[in-house]
């Protein structure tokens, strides 16, 4: 099973790139069943149970790292060292994927195969609408998404 | 004037405060404020709003206890509509309420709390979170997981979403329960009761290891309140309020809730956004009170469930004063929540489709009232003859503890905290003072950037003597 997961806040403009994608996504896959998708604000303990029984995990976000609308579709490395207190969240119960990511192993001993789909926002500011470089990156995000869904499927299927 | 220790911010709490311990001439701790910073101004913005959409906006208060206000808000509208709503729709409310309940007490005990209790008070600041508890006991952190999940996943089929559902409106709830919904819950819950009661047993077992803090949080002397029903049974939705010392004996018998202005003052501090409730025939500061978990499971005679009813019998033989026992109150409320979700879901009358009352305003003032996970929760509204809200007040669980806490931090630091030798478990073990009450004070959840904890020792004339960050 493939898991896709967009998190962020619509409130902040850019921050909201991951349930935009997510919104899209349903769109074009149209009930397939075969690709799980979650919408949430932030990334919590509890995904860590759905994270561990799939296949493959797209984690889809906003990423301050990159450059203003720079797209990119990179595999997920575990962070063996990030804790919750130092992946950014404040509150301990709000996680990177990263740090996630390392749960779901501590937890279960193995994880699954993992990838970031990320652009780099343009603009932050609570209230004020998703910046057109951004909200363009949408739609190629949701290619690279379905892109690695099929070969996934493929894969699994014999590398038909 | 001595020396002042700041801890900014408190860490693993919901939301954005700050401890500042005053030290006096000696060196010895004089005070310890709890410090809210942020402010929310709800009751204010509230104003000039049709009184309808009260359910949905005052949610917005808290991301992490949204179902909480809009029931008690909801209650209120039905008081302004005049109407009884239907009893299904009483029901599903109170489920809701619950799952709320049980979800948010295993965010606090399992993914806040839990890092001290499992790994120690001194463990390093850098393993002692969630995923440390992960490495240490695996299958602790897959329980905490779980039934936190369970109490999501049903405020979602409820719901209809996770955080601010929409569903609970003025006059019951906008849709039925569907009876695959019903099943689909259902089955969740044997194995949630399951792992809630062994988690308690579990932690029973660990009580002898924290003989120090049980005491060091039974230094503070308050009342405790709570709702209750008529037979003094556990109440969350419904109920009178109850009012007990630290002895047990009543010091209010099941007084109707909205008459809560009589018994009950706010006290506006200079030092903080958290007002300062107190029970005004003992005045303030005197009138200290302590509400949530600990409150209901001292006040209440029985829950109704059989296993939360086991659990409470033993907990009864415990030091009432102790607030370290919040944290197993919260275990315990998590077995009555999944029990009673399903009792209440294996009457057929759940699925009833009638489950809202239509009316427009019909009073000028509304009150409702529920227990959120953390205590009781009050909302009075007011409207003028066009259903706009003239005022709006609203008592919130972790304001009635603010007074408790404050001398709770002051006590712990006076037994740990010496300024000619900081260490990270003693700063940490006032922290865990503050988060045996788990005070909800983040409202808005979503927070840019990392937030270190400082920790500042400054001279009597200003000067920065010292500065711990992590």
Redesign the interface.
């Known amino acids: 099973m493939i898991l896709v997961i967009g998190y962020g806040n619509t409130l902040f403009a850019d921050d909201g790139f991951g349930p935009a994608v997510i919104d899209l996504l349903m769109e074009r896959l149209q009930g397939n069943q075969s690709v799980e998708i979650i919408s949430c604000r932030q990334l919590l303990p509890e995904l860590v149970e759905q994270i561990a029984k799939a296949e493959t995990v797209i984690f889809v976000d906003a990423n301050v790292r990159l450059l203003p609308a720079q797209f990119e579709f990179s595999p997920l490395q575990v962070d063996k060292e990030c804790s919750p207190s130092q992946s950014g969240g404040t509150s301990a119960h709000a996680f990177s994927a990263s740090s996630l990511l390392n749960t779901v192993e501590v937890i279960y001993g193995t994880h699954p195969c993992c990838w970031l789909c990320s652009v780099g926002p343009v603009e932050l500011r609570l209230g004020v609408p998703m910046s057109e470089a951004v909200a363009g990156v949408i739609p190629l995000a949701v290619d690279a998404i379905l892109n690695k869904a099929s070969l996934t499927e493929l894969a699994r299927a014999g590398g038909r | 004037m001595g020396k002042t220790i700041i801890i900014d911010?408190v860490?693993?709490?919901?939301?954005?405060s700050k401890i500042t311990i005053q030290l006096d001439e000696q060196g010895s701790v004089e005070e310890a404020i709890f410090h809210v910073t942020q402010l929310r101004g709800f009751e204010k913005f509230a104003e000039g709003r049709p009184f309808h959409e009260m359910p949905s906006l005052m949610s917005r208060i808290c991301?992490i206890c949204p179902v909480s206000h809009l029931v008690a808000s909801a209650k209120a509208c039905d008081m302004l509509m005049s109407v009884q709503i239907p009893p299904t729709a009483a029901k599903l409310r109170r489920i809701l309420n619950l799952a709320q309940i049980a979800q948010s007490h295993a965010?606090s005990f399992f993914?806040?709390s839990s890092p001290d209790l499992l790994l120690g008070m001194d463990a390093d600041?850098?393993?002692r979170?969630?995923?440390?508890v992960?490495?240490a006991d695996?299958q602790l952190?897959?329980n905490?997981?779980?039934l936190?999940?369970v109490g999501?996943s049903i405020i979602e089929l409820l719901g209809g979403k996770r955080?601010h559902p929409g569903w609970v409106v003025a006059g019951g709830v906008n849709a039925p329960l569907s009876s695959e919904h019903r099943a689909e819950i259902l089955s969740m819950l044997p194995e949630a009761i399951k792992i809630a009661g062994e988690t308690n047993t579990w932690f029973t077992l660990q009580l002898e290891r924290f003989a120090d803090e049980i005491d060091a949080l039974a230094k503070v002397d308050t009342l405790y309140m709570s709702l209750v029903g008529d037979d003094n049974q556990f109440e969350t939705y419904d109920g009178k309020l109850s009012l007990i010392d630290s002895s047990g004996h009543a010091v209010i018998d099941r007084m109707p809730a909205e008459d809560y202005k009589s018994i009950l003052g706010e006290q506006v501090s200079t030092d903080s956004y958290l007002k300062s409730p107190y029970y005004k025939p003992l005045g303030y500061p005197a009138g200290l009170y302590r509400v949530g978990p600990l409150a209901r499971l001292h006040i209440a005679s029985r829950f109704g469930t059989p296993l939360a009813d086991e659990a409470l019998r033993l907990f009864k033989n415990y030091d009432r004063r102790s607030a370290f026992h919040y944290h197993q109150a919260r275990l315990i409320e998590i077995i009555h929540a999944y029990e009673s979700i399903q009792q209440l879901l294996s009457d057929d009358s759940i699925l009833d489709p009638h489950v809202r009352a239509h009316a427009d305003a019909n009073a000028f003032e509304g009150f409702g009232v529920s227990e959120a996970p953390r205590g009781t929760l009050m909302h009075h509204y007011k409207i003028d003859e066009n259903g706009l809200i003239t005022y709006a007040d609203l008592m919130i669980a972790t304001g009635h503890n603010s007074l408790a806490m404050n001398r709770e931090i002051t006590e712990v630091a006076k037994r740990y905290v010496k300024n000619d030798h900081l260490t990270e478990g003693m700063l940490n073990r006032v922290e865990a003072a503050i988060r045996t009450y788990d005070p909800c004070l983040?409202c808005s959840?979503?927070?840019?950037?990392?937030?270190p904890l400082q920790i500042q020792l400054l001279s009597a004339s200003g000067l920065l003597l010292d500065q711990v960050m992590r």
């Open positions: 911010p860490t693993r709490i919901e939301g954005h991301g965010l993914y806040l600041p850098a393993l979170n969630f995923v440390g992960a490495k695996p952190a897959r905490g997981i779980h936190r999940k999501q955080i983040s959840t979503h927070a840019f950037g990392q937030m």
